[in-house]
């Protein structure tokens, strides 16, 4: 049986998926007075092959659990995209731990691995693990996210930089953008951790110092990493523009993600870069 959080999960995530399909969308008459957005649970049900009771109970959090097919074909009704659908089997309990398995938490980066981090100056990096907290960094990236070594443990995290520090939503570009992004990355993969309280613990933090995190949690929308571009206009660097990536380091069960930041070509990000990583100490931790 499935946990309650994992119930409820499923259950919200499923109502936010189906109130933005439209009835036309999926070669349904719109009808008349139709008293909710999207489609209806008895319409859903009929495209997913399942009985209208038994998707009521999903979508109630009664304590049933749904097989991999019936979920499978729910997403299909519901138009899911590839992450969509695996987030779902994710909550489902199909290819996760679920409550009560070990779960091996990072705390620490390799050497060899810190030692790359220092050879990619002036390029701004670092490695965080699943519930982006800022394991090993190098000192370009101070530049850009502050003095991870000084910060309270508990809040060196890229969410609590990104949502919580005024100095970084100010300086960098399409903030909204690209914070909402990270909340629907973070979603995707807090469906492996659900009622984990190391996990929920950074969560409810961010959720309670944060109105724009806690309204975003709550529209369930699941994105996969990608690269992309980023720009910024900090006091202490001036305008500087990167082409990102993020990359797997696996390590047994452990899996970390290490973020690269490359200046882009033409913007005079490295030569800034360089000229301030020149002038910095060298004290910075990574």
Not at 62 to 86: G, H, K, Q, Y
Not at 128 to 150: P, S, V
Not at 193 to 210: C, F, K, N, R
Not at 223 to 237: I, N, Q, S, W
């Amino acid at each position: 049986m499935l946990s309650d959080e994992r119930r409820q999960e499923i259950a919200s995530f499923l109502r936010t998926r189906r109130a933005r399909v439209t009835p036309e969308e999926v070669g349904l008459p719109p009808g008349r007075r139709r008293r909710v957005a999207g489609l209806r649970r008895e319409e859903v049900a009929v495209l997913a092959g399942v009985s209208t009771e038994w998707y009521t109970w999903i979508e109630q959090a009664r304590p049933v659990r749904a097989s991999a097919e019936v979920l499978e074909r729910i997403a299909v009704a519901l138009r899911f995209e590839p992450s969509e659908s695996r987030h779902l089997l994710t909550l489902g309990g199909y290819g996760a731990p679920l409550n009560g398995e070990a779960r091996s938490h990072a705390t620490c980066v390799r050497p060899h691995v810190r030692q790359l981090l220092k050879q990619l100056d002036p390029f701004p990096a670092w490695v965080a693990g699943e519930r982006w907290d800022i394991l090993a960094w190098n000192r370009a990236a101070t530049l850009i996210y502050g003095d991870f070594a000084a910060m309270e443990e508990a809040r060196r995290n890229l969410l609590c930089v990104l949502f919580l520090s005024p100095r970084i939503r100010r300086g960098l570009a399409d903030w909204q953008l690209h914070a909402r992004g990270v909340v629907a990355k973070v979603r995707s993969i807090y469906a492996r951790y659900l009622g984990d309280p190391w996990y929920q613990e950074i969560i409810d933090l961010v959720t309670a110092e944060s109105p724009e995190f806690a309204a975003w949690w709550q529209d369930h929308e699941i994105h996969p990493y990608e690269d992309g571009v980023k720009a910024f206009d900090l006091p202490e660097t001036g305008p500087l523009s990167f082409d990102y990536s993020v990359l797997d380091l696996r390590d047994e069960r452990l899996t970390l993600a290490l973020t690269t930041y490359v200046p882009r070509p033409g913007t005079g990000t490295r030569e800034t870069l360089e000229r301030l990583l020149g002038a910095a100490p060298a004290g910075s931790r990574s």
